[in-house]
């Protein structure tokens, strides 16, 4: 897996959730959130929200102007930086 997978998979999560009122935070989907943030860290792939949010203007610049979409990314980015952050100092007494 390669952060371009990651940015695929983000990508193909959110489609299904544009303009039905699905967030991320809702239980169902956080859920489907988290277990591809698993899978990202046990192939060893770390990226930074930040990058993450390039790297999909980079390839969806039509989306990252619906703001529908803008506000799943932000809500899924928020998620991924707080799984960095806990995946960061998990190990640190």
């Known amino acids: 897996m390669t952060s371009n997978d990651v940015v ?10 544009v303009g039905v009122g ?3 935070l809702q239980d169902v989907y956080k859920g489907d959130l988290l277990r591809l943030f698993e899978e990202v860290e046990s192939n060893g792939v770390m990226i930074a929200g930040d990058a993450l949010g390039d790297r999909l203007e980079e390839r969806y610049p039509e989306d990252m102007s619906d703001q529908r979409y803008i506000s799943l990314f932000k809500q899924v980015r928020t998620s991924w930086d ?12």
Request: no cysteine; glycine share 4%; net charge negative.
């Open 8 to 17: 695929t998979r983000i990508k193909g999560l959110l489609d299904p959730w």
């Open 22 to 24: 699905i967030t991320s």
């Open 82 to 93: 707080e799984w960095l952050f806990f995946q960061e100092h998990a190990a640190t007494p």
